[in-house]
């Protein structure tokens, strides 16, 4: 089973696009800020129709982030579309003091996150976004894992009070969610039936929710229950929902598109350890080494977050869940 | 369309009274730093009478206005002189001056470096190379949505080798910011010693030419030259103005000019009471030449 079984869209950045410009249109203060990334953002569009309200800063991120911020405390409404990579490390102090400290409600759009880039390589991957982001207080963390978890942050995005950070991968998404599906940001959206209890909790973040879903198909094949959360917004972090799943399940894992490091499994497992809930746990990721050269799908395969290794890592783990579950008083809680 | 306060010409009494405000500042500064403990001593007493001109003769800010877009904005891109911005916004009653006794006291909102939690602050800064590219931003709006609002800005001259203010003047130049006004605060060290010693930055005024400024020179402590300067603002339309304002360092206490240890030294006692026994006398010999 692969991701193309699901019915595909489009990229979440192009309707991102599409969605910033119908709302441009009737806000004449929303303002799209590029660093010489207006194609790759998918903003070319947007600027021929709004040429007032786009603003081209140039290959110079810091600038763009602090250029920014004085523009959202004028009143602007201000979304930074840039390569995820260099936006959130080049330009990390300018959001850390200029936008999240200075409580400037800068929207900034990191495009082509995670591996995207794919064979570019590590200077172009943002596999540190999610951790240092969690490190600055007062900006959230979203990263949308299809279209319409994309069009429903972007919504949400315009009168958002805080520092908002949105993270959108290149390829085309397939549609997991149905139109009436409930979102807001903070809270993690369940793509399986509801049950008292699972086998597993796979908990998913971006563009790895779909194989994390697809995973859970091949496991039900075999009789396993899952439950699959889209957590989409590493913060603000939604406990209810983690907490629930994890209560309710055997075994946990996580699967991101980011360092195994600081991330949404760092965050889960921290979460959980001081809950005192206590659950063998996989934290799926890029791991802590120099990336493999490929596209994104091969550095994916690569490292397990494909449909069939994500089952794999499933059954594995339940295999041994089930053998210490045979020690008597142990996993009791 | 946004009318500047600024008055066209100004009067020898209005210079005095200036001179005394600069005068009041400096005590505050000193008291504010040797109450606290803490200080950047040297770079608020290089700073404040720009400070002074500023709040005082050219920009249009004031408690009532603070809530509107449409007015003059200031930015302490220098923001480790915050002591001279305090006593400046105390004295023009944007808090109570009591609350200067709270500078960097446990839970104050008065820390060390500038915050937007201290009414009439408009930007968090502290880290260097930072305070230009939000200048920048808050002048680019004026701009977009044709109010015409003047963003003015104060840099250290240390802080020039950080390279985002670099990138922020080729966007203020790109721009066309005439409505944008950047101070260079040049007193020539930093805490290491002297700037040029450190990085050689000159010639600057050639680099901020290049960059597209239009460049002036001042006396940077000299109250009335800086006030008939900032009547000629914009200096050329369509160009962003830079005034390179030369200062000096720990300027009006005599055995704290132009020394780097009185960076962020804060005066002990004999040292506090000698300082304002030399803004004493400044004082008086300001009123006696004014008599004669």
Redesign the interface.
């Known amino acids: 089973m692969s991701i193309d079984t699901l019915p595909i869209g489009s990229t979440n950045l192009d309707i991102f696009a599409q969605t910033l410009m119908e709302l441009a249109a009737n806000d004449r203060d929303i303002l799209v800020i590029t660093s010489d990334s207006r194609e790759s953002g998918r903003v070319t569009p947007f600027g021929n129709k709004f040429p007032q309200q786009i603003v081209e800063l140039g290959i110079a991120e810091q600038n763009m982030v602090g250029v920014s911020a004085g523009l959202a405390s004028a009143g602007k409404v201000v979304f930074i579309v840039s390569p995820a990579c260099f936006l959130t490390a080049r330009a990390l102090e300018q959001i850390k003091n200029d936008v999240a400290y200075s409580d400037q409600p800068v929207k900034l759009i990191g495009i082509s996150a995670g591996v995207s880039y794919g064979a570019l390589g590590t200077t172009h991957h943002s596999l540190h976004d999610f951790a240092v982001l969690q490190a600055i207080n007062n900006i959230d963390i979203v990263a949308p894992a299809d279209n319409f978890e994309t069009r429903q942050t972007i919504l949400a995005a315009i009168h958002y009070p805080r520092p908002i950070y949105i993270r959108f991968g290149k390829k085309a998404m397939p549609n997991l969610h149905s139109p009436d599906a409930h979102f807001k940001i903070g809270k993690a959206i369940q793509l399986t039936p509801q049950l008292d209890n699972y086998d597993l909790v796979f908990i998913a973040t971006g563009e790895t929710v779909a194989p994390a879903y697809l995973a859970s198909q091949i496991l039900s094949e075999k009789g396993i229950t899952c439950c699959v959360l889209s957590l989409h917004s590493i913060r603000p972090f939604d406990e209810a929902a983690v907490r629930q799943a994890a209560m309710s399940s055997r075994v946990v894992i996580t699967v991101e598109e980011h360092s195994v490091n600081g991330g949404l499994g760092s965050r889960v497992a921290s979460f959980l350890m001081q809950s005192s809930i206590f659950r063998p746990l996989r934290i799926v990721g890029i791991p802590d080494e120099h990336t493999i050269t490929g596209s994104q799908v091969e550095i994916f395969n690569h490292y397990g977050i494909s449909p069939q290794a994500l089952s794999q890592t499933a059954l594995q783990l339940l295999d041994k869940e089930a053998d210490k579950c045979a020690l008597p008083g142990r996993f009791s809680s | 369309m946004f009318v500047a306060a600024t008055p066209r010409s100004i009067s020898p009494e209005a210079i005095r009274m200036l001179k005394l405000k600069s005068i009041l500042y400096r005590k505050i500064i000193l008291k504010i730093i040797y109450s606290a403990g803490a200080g950047h001593t040297g770079g608020s007493l290089s700073c404040v009478d720009i400070l002074n001109v500023l709040y005082n003769h050219v920009m249009n800010i004031s408690p009532e206005n603070l809530s509107l877009?449409n007015r003059d904005h200031y930015i302490h891109s220098k923001g480790h002189s915050v002591e001279a911005l305090y006593a400046v916004l105390a004295d023009k009653g944007f808090y109570p001056k009591e609350l200067l006794d709270t500078v960097e006291q446990y839970g104050s909102d008065f820390i060390g470096h500038p915050t937007?939690s201290v009414p009439g602050i408009?930007?968090?800064?502290?880290?260097l190379?930072?305070g230009?590219?939000?200048?920048?931003?808050?002048?680019?709006?004026?701009k977009?949505?044709g109010l015409g609002y003047r963003?003015f800005t104060i840099l250290g001259d240390g802080e020039l080798t950080e390279?985002?203010v670099w990138?922020?003047s080729?966007?203020a130049a790109?721009f066309h910011l005439d409505n944008l006004v950047v101070i260079i605060d040049r007193n020539t060290l930093q805490i290491t010693g002297r700037t040029e010693q450190v990085m050689a930055m000159e010639p600057l005024e050639d680099k901020f030419l290049a960059f597209g400024y239009s460049v002036r020179r001042v006396n940077g402590n000299d109250v009335a030259e800086m006030a008939a300067l900032f009547e000629d603002l914009p200096f050329e339309p369509g160009k962003p103005n830079l005034v390179l304002a030369h200062t000096i360092k720990g300027k009006g206490i005599s055995f704290m000019e132009d020394k780097s240890e009185w960076h962020h030294r804060v005066p002990n006692d004999a040292e506090y009471a000698a300082a304002l026994l030399e803004l004493d006398q400044a004082e008086k010999a300001l009123e006696t030449e004014y008599e004669h």
């Open positions: 877009v937007r408009e930007q968090n800064t502290g880290a190379g930072h230009l590219s939000v200048s920048v931003g808050m002048a680019l709006a004026s977009l949505d963003v390279g985002s990138e922020a080729a966007s790109n």
